[in-house]
């Protein structure tokens, strides 16, 4: 939702709420005003989450795979490198790679 639309203009679902569950005038469940600042801090806190669960899958990967192992006293290595080291797609491991950088 873009900074400039507001909960009520989104399209009330069959039976009269919105798909966001709030009701066609805006209002949460229950008659309360929706605020939305609220909801979009709370959305913000599971996306942080949601990142957190990918960064520790990855790590997870990475030691289950032998990523970490290979790469420890290698010096530098490429995904291709890596990838041969230790017998997995080097696409795969460059995607992993990004996904360690950017952690």
Same mark, same amino acid.
């Given at each position: 939702m873009s900074s400039q639309a507001s909960a009520a203009s989104v399209e009330p679902a069959p039976g009269g709420s919105a798909p966001d569950g709030s009701a066609p005038d805006g209002s949460a469940p229950g008659g309360a005003p929706l605020?939305?600042?609220?909801? /979009? /801090?709370?959305?913000? =806190?599971?996306?942080?989450?949601?990142?957190? =669960?990918m960064v520790s899958l990855m790590v997870h990967l990475g030691d289950r795979l032998g990523l970490y192992r290979a790469m420890a006293g290698a010096g530098t290595l490429d995904a291709s490198q890596l990838a041969q080291v230790t017998a997995t797609s080097q696409r795969w491991v460059h995607e992993w790679l990004l996904s360690q950088a950017a952690a």
């Open positions: 605020d939305v600042d609220k909801v /979009r /801090r709370f959305a913000l =806190e599971v996306w942080r989450y949601k990142q957190g =669960e």
